[in-house]
């Protein structure tokens, strides 16, 4: 063989082994990747039902102190979370010290603060379980059990973005009223025997006012973050105008995911796929009412979306509104770690999940079988979504590795 001919040969064989190297390294990272997903489904499911236990075992802090040393700019709480149990006895039974209005908003809701200093926020019950909320999909008053559901899904999905919620009675008039403010109390009334309050929001009135069955009230308590994380309220991108008639930029025009890539915090690090994660977490549950979302302060776009106020969830499960996956099939893009944890909750995995996970909590059953179902079926179009999307422009593409290391140190 001549010299030249010997060096083509060569050139060819050189070029064929760093292909496959490449390649091989690819599949290999790719490989390990999806291992450790399967690991941390695993995990998860291991870990999905807390039991209320009273007791924090192996340490002097309050369950107070360890839920506000969980928080970090990427999470809420950790993947392994022995204590959970303990924080939630707490917030559903600690002594109430006092008892105020909500903070800003459209709906009722109370500030309480625990034994311990601790403040949640209280959503008093509105509707029976099996209730359907008619019209717009953000129509109804909002739901305390949507938020105790929309919790454990956090879980499910790994997210682990949401505040800690769990289910709560309390008596009005013994645990409330005796530490109620004055602009709290002078809310309260009696509509038959039950007695009621109607707080101070922009849609509060007197004559729509929450009622106990007696003076017991069931609701949700939702822990409130550390103040050393002061938030930022961001106007969602993909917003709704609340006007008849009036559409918003994202609703007529298809290319106007394009647009938002351009615009900071859009245009680099992790928020947009946080977007792209909200919108499944939100389809899942039926919520078309994330027109704001907040982050932590001075973040730069790096801290997570934290997935606050679900309460306008789980109205109708016959409705699947497919305009909340808009950010999905626009954008056409979703996290490689989300996508396998959508995977492995198929085939009734979801279901069983999330009904296991609230198994323990106080008002349980927190959803009535109807929503359980609907989660199912709305996985399912979740994934032909992103189906559609990969047959359009190629797996690569659509599946986006993006994998930040969380510290708790």
């Keep these: 063989m001549k010299l030249k001919q010997r060096v083509v040969l060569l050139a060819i064989l050189l070029v064929i082994f760093i292909f496959t190297k490449v390649f091989l390294i690819d599949n290999l990272d790719t ?33 107070w102190e360890i839920a506000s040393q969980w928080v970090v700019p990427r999470e809420v709480y950790p993947e392994e979370t022995p204590e959970l149990g303990a924080i939630m ?4 039974t600690k002594k109430i010290i006092k008892a105020d209005v909500g903070y800003k908003g459209t709906q009722l809701k109370a500030l309480l603060i625990l034994e311990g200093g601790q403040k949640v926020v209280f959503k008093p019950k509105r509707y029976n379980r099996d209730y359907v909320v008619e019209g717009e999909p953000y129509a109804g008053y909002d739901r305390h059990n949507a938020e105790v559901a929309a919790f454990h899904l956090d879980r499910i999905l790994g997210f682990r973005r949401a505040p800690l919620v769990v289910g709560r009675f309390v008596n009005l008039r013994t645990e409330i009223k005796p530490v109620a403010t004055e602009q709290l109390l002078s809310t309260f009334l009696t509509v038959g025997n039950n007695t009621c309050f109607y707080g101070k929001c922009y849609y509060c009135r007197e004559t729509e006012p929450a009622c106990a069955d007696g003076d017991t009230m069931e609701g949700s308590v939702t822990l409130w973050l550390p103040d050393v994380w002061p938030l ?10 609340y006007r008849e008639g009036k559409l918003a930029r994202w609703e007529y025009d298809e290319s106007y995911c394009d647009a938002v890539k351009k615009t900071s915090p859009y245009d680099s690090g992790p928020r947009l796929l946080d977007i792209i994660d909200t919108a499944v977490f939100d389809y899942l549950i039926g919520n078309a009412d994330r027109h704001h979302y907040e982050s932590f302060q001075d973040d730069e776009g790096a801290s997570m979306l934290i997935l606050l106020d679900n309460a306008k969830s789980f109205g109708n499960p016959s409705l699947d509104e497919r305009s909340i ?8 893009i979703i996290r490689v770690s989300t996508w396998n944890r959508l995977n492995s909750l198929k085939n009734g995995v979801l279901k069983s999940a999330l009904r296991s996970a609230m198994a323990h909590d106080p008002i349980s059953p927190v959803l009535s079988d109807p929503h359980l179902d609907a989660v199912d079926q709305r996985l399912l179009s979740v994934l032909a979504t992103v189906k559609q999307c990969t047959d359009q422009f190629g797996m690569d593409a659509v599946l986006v590795e993006d994998r930040m290391p969380l510290s708790h140190l």
Aim: net charge positive.
């Design 31 to 63: 490989s390990a990747a999806n291992r450790e997903d399967q690991r941390a489904f695993h995990r998860m499911m291991a870990g999905l039902r807390v039991e209320l236990v009273s007791k924090l075992d192996h340490t002097l802090q309050s369950p």
């Design 325 to 332: 996956l808009a950010p999905l099939y626009q954008c056409c």
């Design 232 to 241: 930022q309220k961001h106007r969602h991108p993909w917003g709704r105008t």
């Design 89 to 92: 006895h707490a917030m559903a």
